[in-house]
């Protein structure tokens, strides 16, 4: 089972302010790497797939990058409506398995 | 738009079987090349996969709950549900449905997840 990773597991930042969020993988998923952002009492909401792939009606200030074994999500000007827990996902091989979550705080 | 809806008790007895089933409106389960899952996530935690069924019925379980596990899909309801035998405290969570493309055998990102049931196992 392929164990993912996430860095920090909380973060508390001002708006405006630039965020990134780590995902490291226990070996190499290629790109099949998916974020999620999840809002409290929300389900799960697909922010990036395949690592770097945007997905329709998702801010641009959300973007994804890496591969192999590393990989970042990145919020740019960071806003109030950002605050939530966000996930990791590898598709590489089965079972698929999360990352333990990053919360994200509004200062 | 398609759009999944969970529903079953929201209460079960330990060593009882939990029962929950997806709905999938607003398109059919069998039309595209998807694989329906079943996720699971206890109250504060993370997320864990379950499992998935394909519409031609073939599955694929998590190895930490494949014995207790069985999903099972009926195209003329457009629903796929999800069985879990044996419960115990540690299986209360929200229970979410989801809908993954099956481009691979890994699957692609999960796109379409329904609100989520709770489940507490208790007596």
């Known amino acids: 089972e392929i164990v993912l990773t996430q860095s920090p597991d909380f973060q508390s930042v001002t708006p405006k302010e630039k965020v990134t969020i780590t995902c490291r993988a226990s070996q190499s998923i290629g790109s099949s790497l998916h974020w999620y952002q999840q809002k409290p009492d929300q389900s799960p909401k697909l922010l990036i797939k395949?690592?770097?792939q945007s997905i329709s009606g998702v801010p641009s200030r959300f973007s994804g990058s890496g591969s192999g074994t590393d990989f970042t999500l990145t919020i740019n000007s960071l806003e109030a409506e950002d605050a939530a827990a966000y996930y990791c996902h590898q598709s590489s091989s089965l079972p698929v398995t999360f990352g333990g979550g990053t919360k994200v705080e509004i200062k | 738009q398609v759009q999944l809806q969970e529903s079953g008790p929201g209460l079960v007895k330990p060593s009882q079987t939990l029962s929950l089933t997806c709905t999938v409106s607003g398109g059919s389960i069998s039309s595209g090349s998807y694989y329906w899952s079943w996720i699971r996530q206890p109250a504060g935690k993370g997320l864990e996969w379950i499992g998935r069924?394909?519409?031609?019925?073939?599955?694929n379980y998590n190895p930490s709950l494949k014995s207790r596990v069985t999903i099972s899909v009926d195209t003329s309801k457009n629903q796929f549900s999800l069985k879990l035998s044996s419960v115990t405290a540690a299986d209360t969570a929200v229970y979410y449905c989801?809908?993954?493309?099956?481009?691979?055998?890994?699957?692609?990102?999960?796109?379409?997840w329904g609100q989520g049931t709770m489940v507490t196992v208790s007596s």
């Open positions: 069924i394909y519409t031609s019925g073939s599955t």
């Open positions: 395949y690592a770097s």
């Open positions: 989801a809908r993954v493309g099956s481009s691979w055998v890994g699957g692609d990102a999960f796109d379409i």
